[in-house]
């Protein structure tokens, strides 16, 4: 029994460890200040990256928990016509990555684009008459972003709603509460740590987005920081500014952690979940459109000018070069995402069996990859697969004369490391607020009859996690496959993904090349999304 | 006897065929293959510019001299970070950029070393190779004015100094300058200009800006067409790129649009200039290959496929351009020190801080 403890402690360590390695590297350039360029930056820009980095973050965090969390609401409490459909298309915006919807809705209704075009010669106006609002600007790049974030808050809280028991409801009905106030005074606050989550993930993935922000022509943090790095040729202050970012989102999600310590709870199963409503027909049609807006604007609309666009050039040459990107796509996706699930799911259980702070902080800190711009992370990666490198050659050409060469650098194993260390925070907040929600008497009746840590997570927490697994697994999965800053810098010789296809392309502003690799990601994405929605539904029923 | 040798053997192999899987077959044949790789001749490239617009040519080279290319793109920066890491250990051989900082920078941060074929360094004019021969440059790329055709017919536009005029006000569209190109282009300007006359300049520009500076290049140039701006400043290769798309729309924007070369005359400057070139890095394994590759690119075919194909100028004489390149004329282009414009870059950059351009 004792080794089995240590060894889940001592494995949690050694993640941690690994991982927060090349977070420490970014962060130990806070040793010299180089005083002339930070009075620059302080000067000049610093204010503007502050103020939209913020406008932007806060604005995508409200946006994507009030849209994710009605649609889980519906979603969970109301039958309504069309929901099967719904149950996935909500999803879908989860496959496409966000500078290509911000590309394709630029495409459409900019300046010179075909819908300001048709309105001009409408409405008979001047042909360099504006007439429509910027897309490209802050709010439209709060707006572009909250399309195609919602799911993630939408996901957590729609495991949270289902999960509460039915007799809340019961209880509240007697109560002489409505379905408004049950809603409000007892299924949002217990959901509520879900919600915030899934709300959190999606302003550490705005603060850390480079290609909308950049295209659009928004001073950030993160464009702050190519701009010091790439521009002024100034590593240090570049990775200085990226560990204030860092900073900022530690406290953040600190605050949020302790805010709700005390506050544990918990579902019971046994009590039978939600019935949900039926409804009248108006009423239906109307649960439909609202519910069906999101999906439209951040995958329809997008999916069907992306795809028009292929179409019209289609060229059966080109897509069968693309197929080996697909294959290559999908294998590092569902390796890592694998991987990084299980890894999440060690240290999620191992806070969970020691309540201890130094492990809460511990995964904390390496959760903060998710909130770093990706690129800084795969430099960090590189730094550190070099320096291992070298010692490895030291070390063999002292012991037997002979010198391997790079064995981490430029090697698959790398990629996905690199990959994990972004993206563990994503599976691990799934993992977390799964197991929270599991009652810790489940553990020790467990014990009390004789099973071990290892079969107690096999046989009880597993499957009672499922959904919170397969929530992780699919955003993982749809992350890593539309990754670029990492596997751009760290990848082995002649690989190629989708995402480095279509990035190319599309940074190139050549959109109608970049639409059918985009597709192409896209519909790889949907494929584990809707058999994973398909099998959770399954196993619900 | 031959025949009976040959016979024989086929009946063996089909015979091994039937009894065992084909499976451990093909995993021999593959591992033989690797194992063969090895004594193949190779070259490793590391590339800031991406796939598309150099593997075709690397393909013709590995068809010519039968040197296998091995590539991997991505941002040139992070690709130098990716060298210095590796340190003696790098897979790397060759290093090719889009433009001169980053050649620059990988001299400065020490992961280039000296270019010794002459089929290499004495190609082009002494102008497009690195004094010490650490670098040499491959295309050129120009950065002029366009406007839409007859916009401005009574009054050209013939200085870059005159975009300042209060005649200008509210008719600029250019990108940020995050981008590399426009922080080159203020490079080289403070090179000739001076500290504040470029200062003074870049904040004229930005009173005269039509739009707060977003997308790429070629959306200056949409923009321009569509009337939002009535000058941009954008790279030719976009209006060359364009011009040839297959979508009818974007040819259409494109034929709006035409060339002004700016300060043109004999004592004036000349218009910008960057380049994409291409270093050896220190550590490689393979430098004949390397100064192969760098000498096949250097050759008229492959200059001709880069202005064909790229719309980029080349940077030996005597190259045959595209239709497009040719129409928009020839010009006089700074004659600014390289490498000046590389070490230039982060005061390029703070400077367009302190002047407010995004």
């Known amino acids: 029994m004792y080794a089995k403890i240590s060894l889940l402690k001592i494995s949690t360590w050694t993640i941690t460890g690994l991982f927060a390695v090349p977070l420490l590297v970014v962060f130990a350039s806070m040793a010299n200040f180089d005083t002339q360029v930070w009075s620059h930056l302080l000067s000049t820009v610093m204010g503007s990256y502050v103020l939209n980095s913020l406008v932007l973050a806060i604005g995508v965090g409200l946006g994507t928990a009030v849209i994710g969390t009605y649609l889980a609401w519906f979603m969970v409490n109301y039958v309504f016509y069309g929901k099967s459909l719904l149950n996935w298309l909500i ?59 919602y799911p993630y808050v939408y996901l957590l809280a729609r495991t949270a709603f289902s999960e509460q028991s039915a007799q809340f409801t019961l209880v509240s009905k007697l109560a002489g509460l409505s379905r408004f106030q049950h809603m409000k005074q007892v299924a949002l606050p217990l959901a509520r740590p879900s919600i915030i989550t899934g709300a959190a993930l999606a302003m550490m993935e705005a603060m850390a987005d480079y290609g909308t922000v950049a295209y659009f022509g928004i001073n950030t943090f993160t464009t702050g920081i190519y701009r010091t790095w790439f521009g002024m040729g100034n590593a240090t202050a570049a990775s200085q500014l990226a560990t204030m970012l860092c900073l900022v989102v530690f406290v953040l999600l600190w605050i949020e952690k302790s805010s709700r310590k005390h506050h544990s709870r918990y ?8 019935k949900a409503k ?80 130094k492990i809460a902080l511990a995964s904390q ?51 996905i490391f690199a990959y994990a260390v972004r993206y563990l925070s994503v599976a691990m907040h799934n993992t977390d607020t799964g197991l929270e929600r599991i009652k810790p008497n489940v553990d020790e009746v467990s014990a009390s009859l004789g099973v071990n840590t290892a079969q107690t997570l096999q046989r009880v927490h597993i499957p009672l996690l499922r959904a919170s697994l397969v929530s992780a697994f699919i955003l993982v999965f749809v992350d890593v496959l539309k990754e670029l800053p990492a596997t751009l810098i760290l990848r082995p010789f002649n690989v190629n993904t989708l995402a480095v296809k279509t990035f190319e392309l599309a940074s190139d502003e050549r959109l109608i090349d970049a639409a059918l690799p985009a597709v192409s990601i896209v519909i790889a994405g949907l494929l584990p999304v809707i058999f994973l929605t398909m099998s959770l539904e399954k196993r619900r029923k | ?33 690797g194992s063969l790789q090895v004594f193949a001749q190779e070259v490793n490239v590391y590339s800031g510019r991406q796939e598309a617009l150099i593997k075709p040519l690397l393909d013709k080279f590995t068809q010519q001299s039968g040197i296998t290319v091995n590539l991997v793109t991505g941002k040139g920066d992070a690709l130098l970070s990716r060298i210095k890491a ?84 509210n008719s600029i569209c250019i990108r940020s300058s995050s981008n590399i190109y426009n922080q080159s282009m203020v490079s080289a300007l403070i090179e000739i200009w001076g500290d504040e006359k470029t200062l003074a300049w870049a904040k004229g520009m930005v009173a005269n800006f039509a739009r707060s500076p977003k997308g790429g290049d070629r959306d200056q140039i949409k923009a321009l067409a569509a009337g939002e701006c009535d000058v941009a400043i954008a790279n030719t290769y ?35 200039v960057n380049v994409s070139g291409a270093a050896i890095t220190k550590y490689a394994k393979n430098k004949e290959n390397a100064e192969k590759l760098l000498a096949y690119m250097l050759t008229e075919t492959a200059q001709k496929w880069y202005a064909e194909v790229n719309h980029e100028y080349p940077v030996i004489e005597g190259v045959a351009v595209s239709q497009e390149l040719a129409s928009f004329g020839v010009f006089k282009g700074q004659t600014v020190p390289l490498t000046k414009i590389g070490e230039n870059n982060a005061k390029a950059l703070m400077l367009m801080d302190r002047a407010g351009w995004k």
């Not at chain 2, 015979?15 to 033989?32: E, G, Q």
């Not at chain 2, 620059?104 to 070393?113: N, P, S, W």
């Not at chain 2, 364009?242 to 218009?271: F, H, I, P």
């Open chain 1, 267 to 274: 579902q019971s199963r046994h009590a039978g979940s939600i």
């Open chain 1, 365 to 415: 800190f390496v959760g903060l990859g998710y909130a770093l711009p990706g690129v800084v992370i795969a430099v960090g990666v590189v730094q550190v697969s070099g320096a291992v490198d070298i010692n490895i050659n030291r070390f063999t050409l002292a012991f037997f004369d002979w010198q391997p060469g790079l064995i981490m650098s430029g090697s698959i194993a790398i990629l």
């Open chain 2, 238 to 272: 976009y209006l060359g790129g364009m011009l040839t798309s297959k979508d009818e729309d974007t040819r259409q924007v494109a034929q709006q649009v035409e060339v002004v070369w700016y300060d043109q005359g004999e004592n004036e400057m000349g218009v910008h």
């Open chain 2, 86 to 169: 590796e340190g003696q250990f790098t897979e790397a051989d060759v290093l090719l950029v889009a433009d001169v900082g980053r050649l620059v920078r990988a001299k400065d941060m020490g992961l280039t070393q000296a270019i010794e074929s002459t089929d290499v360094t004495d190609v082009a004019k002494k102008y497009w190779v690195e004094e010490t021969k650490q670098w040499v440059a491959l295309t050129k790329r120009a950065r002029p004015i366009m406007v839409r055709k007859g916009t401005f017919d009574d009054a050209p536009i013939t200085g870059l100094e005159q975009l300042v005029g209060t005649e200008f006000i």
């Open chain 1, 91 to 149: 999803l879908l915006p989860l496959a496409m990555p966000a500078y290509i919807i911000a590309y394709t809705y630029t495409g459409m209704l900019d300046f010179s684009g075909p819908l300001q075009q048709f309105l001009r010669t409408l409405f008979d106006a001047p042909f360099n008459q504006q007439m429509l609002p910027d897309i490209r600007s802050l709010e439209g790049a709060v707006l572009v972003m909250i399309l195609v974030l």
């Open chain 1, 278 to 357: 039926t409804t009248t027909p108006l009423k239906s049609a109307g649960l439909f459109v609202l519910c069906a807006i999101p999906a439209v604007f951040g995958f329809i609309i997008p999916f069907i000018q992306l795809m028009w666009w292929s179409a019209q050039y289609f060229d059966k040459g080109v897509f069968i070069d693309y197929l080996p990107l697909l294959g290559t796509s999908l294998k590092l996706a569902f390796i890592s995402a694998a991987l990084i699930v299980s890894l999440a799911l060690v240290i999620s259980y191992c806070k969970r069996r020691f309540a201890s702070r």
């Open chain 2, 1 to 33: 006897m031959a025949k009976e040798l040959v016979i024989n053997t086929s009946t063996i192999n089909s015979v091994s065929l039937k009894m065992f899987s084909i499976k451990p077959l093909v995993c021999i044949t593959i591992l033989l293959c």
